[in-house]
């Protein structure tokens, strides 16, 4: 089962069913966060993190653990979104339609091969 229309908002949450439950669609959140991820990284006023990208770009393949590259993660990860509001009813909207999606459903049979 598969719903195409999304639970509207500043940004569509779409709900698709998958056999053992259900995947939220947050391609529009993903597109705010690359773009967060983009200003932080191309912002003229603070180039710490253009900055890091260069150190990591530059340092040798190998190295003794991941500590910048986790830095930068970490950094990122903070000037990036991580909220998705929902105003009105569309929380209420979004309860029904995962208490739909992922509601208990017939499990198809499995198919025997003879033998």
Known sequence: MSNDKPVTGPIPLYIRTIPAGVVLDL???????????LDALLSTEDTSAWDRLQELADAPAATDGRLPYE???EQLANA??????????ASLELAKRLTQAGGPRPVPPQIRRAS
Request: proline letters at 4%; a neutral charge.
């Open 27 to 37: 391609e529009a959140f993903t597109r705010l966060v690359v773009g967060d991820v």
């Open 71 to 73: 830095e930068l993660v």
């Open 80 to 89: 990036a979104s991580s909220r998705v509001p929902l105003y009105g009813k």
